[in-house]
């Protein structure tokens, strides 16, 4: 038996964590293998500046210090943003993967350039750094949008009808930019999964479920990250971040 945690972006109720748990009925997983939740808890209200960049690393770090010792197997990362990965692996010798790159990386062994669909405008300045930090904008046809503001608890909900056609056009739009390969810019996206498979001729990377079958094949194979890339702290600030993270949770509580 496995135990892999995922960790959730938002701060969200029980029932907008149902809707990123039906990620994992989108893929066939291995028998013995359990994906258990956890949402932050205090984080950034949207993810579209340096300054949520900031606090959805440190709010995604918090919650995965104690993976190792809450007795999981490996930590994925519910967004494709890779927040507080690297700091993870830092302090973690259990795996630790993200969406984000592993899905870019995976396109390119379906095809020679990919796009990303991203939701709406205000979101690109978030593709365009991780290009850049990966080196991979060469291998990038294109990132488009389907203008979209993103709800990040209901995600498409009842919306479903309306957006779905302006995403398939804007995957086509990267289609005739040059792309082989369409990835879905968040995992919010997931629904859209099969809508956009069915209507498009090229391989649509879905990343949620994707991050699940490659963390599988980690702890198949019995590795994890490089500690020569990811060094352990000199000093650990475990309690120091529990601390932030702890005011943090009473200062959204005494604002509602």
């Known amino acids: ?24 009925s989108e893929v066939a997983l291995r028998p013995g293998v359990t994906f258990e939740y956890r949402p932050v808890a205090a ?8 300054h949520d960049w900031v606090l959805m690393d440190i709010a995604l770090f918090e919650a995965g210090l104690s993976a190792q010792d809450d007795g999981y197997d490996a930590v994925v990362i519910d967004t494709v943003s890779d927040s507080g990965a690297d700091a993870l692996r830092s302090v973690l010798d259990i795996p630790v993967l993200a ?4 899905s870019l990386l995976f396109a390119l062994s379906l095809g020679r350039r990919f796009g990303i ?11 365009g750094k991780v290009l850049d930090e990966w080196g991979l904008r060469y291998h990038c046809a294109g990132v488009d949008h389907f203008d ?13 009808d309306a957006t779905l056609p302006k995403m398939e056009a804007a995957c086509h739009r990267l289609v005739e930019a040059g792309s082989d390969v369409i990835c879905l810019g968040s995992t919010t996206m997931h629904q859209a999964h099969h809508y956009l498979s069915e209507r498009l001729e090229i391989p649509i990377v879905n990343p949620g479920p994707l991050s699940y079958k490659l963390i599988e094949s980690f702890l198949a194979l ?6 020569a ?3 352990k702290p000199m000093v650990a600030k475990s309690d120091m971040i529990h601390a932030m993270l702890s005011a943090a949770t009473h200062l959204e509580s005494d604002r509602e």
């Open 117 to 127: 669909l991203a939701q709406w405008k205000p979101a690109l300045p978030r593709y």
């Open 1 to 24: 038996m496995s135990r892999i945690l995922v960790l959730v972006p938002f701060a969200l109720d029980e029932e907008s964590l149902a809707n990123r748990r039906q990620q994992t």
């Open 43 to 50: 984080g950034p209200t949207a993810f579209m500046s340096p």
């Open 229 to 231: 890339a990811y060094p």
């Open 222 to 227: 019995g590795i994890s990250h490089s500690r």
């Open 99 to 102: 969406p984000g790159r592993a």
């Open 148 to 160: 979209t503001p993103p709800d990040f608890a209901a995600l498409l909900g009842d919306k479903a």
